[in-house]
Structures are given as structure tokens and as C-alpha cells.
């Protein structure tokens, strides 16, 4: 039993040591202008610690995640209200099992609380924002 608290209470501690990496790298956005490019590749970096993924993993798991981003980005552009909320979830659906063929499923549900988290700090960073309670 002990074993287990311990290996919960290391895999806690990681995820903080992950926020406290990656919010001052975001952070870095108020002081100059990130491209892109910059913020996809630390989107990435993020993800990649984050889901804990093997080289293996990740060799195969991008290249899905960048088509599956791709798609997104199209169904944005192309659509509006409930339309795009179900395009959007019907793609979704596609990819989780996209997702789930080269990583563990576990995994996969990460990668969408990751995405999230990263998205909060990025915006939190890009507002100045130092997320009050």
C-alpha cells in the first residue's frame, strides 16, 4: 500500500514540476511575440512531458495529432454554431480512435486535459494574467 501512495504522490509532484516549467516558458509570450510555430512546439514539448510519452509513442502519435489539428482548424473556418459543435465532436470521436491504436487510452484522455491546461496557461500568460481565485 505504501508503495502505491508513494508512486501517486510522485506522479502529483510531476505534474506541479510540469506547471512550474511550463508557465514560465509561456510566460516568456508577455515579453515578446510568439509565433505560431513557437507556440505549437511548446504546445508539444508540454503535451510530450505531460502524456509521459515514449519516443515511440510520440513518433507515432503527432503526425495523427497534427492531421487531426489540421482538420479542426477546417471545420473552423468552414462552419459555424451547432454545425460546428457537432463536426468538431464527430472528428473528435474519429480520432480517439485514431489516438487509441497508438497509445494507451489513458493516454489519449491526458492528452485532452493537457490540451486544456495548456491553453490556459498560454492565454493566462498572453492576458498577464497571474490566475487570481
Known amino acids: 500500500m505504501n508503495t502505491v501512495k508513494i508512486i501517486h504522490n510522485l506522479k502529483q509532484l ?17 515579453q515578446k511575440s510568439l509565433t505560431p510555430e513557437e507556440i505549437a512546439s511548446m504546445k508539444v514539448a508540454y503535451i510530450t512531458n505531460r502524456l509521459e510519452l515514449t519516443s515511440g509513442e510520440a513518433e507515432k502519435l503527432w503526425p495523427i495529432y497534427n492531421e487531426y489539428q489540421a482538420k ?26 485514431k489516438f487509441a491504436e497508438v497509445v494507451p487510452t489513458t493516454k489519449v484522455e491526458l492528452l485532452y486535459t493537457a490540451e486544456k491546461e495548456f491553453k490556459v496557461a498560454l492565454l493566462e500568460a498572453l492576458s498577464g494574467g497571474s490566475g487570481n481565485n
Open 14 to 30: 510531476m505534474v506541479i514540476m510540469l506547471f512550474v516549467v511550463a508557465v514560465p516558458l509561456i510566460s516568456s509570450a508577455q
Open 72 to 97: 479542426k482548424a477546417t471545420i473552423r473556418k468552414a462552419e459555424k454554431g451547432l454545425k460546428l459543435e457537432q463536426s468538431l465532436l464527430d472528428l473528435k470521436v474519429k480520432y480517439h480512435s
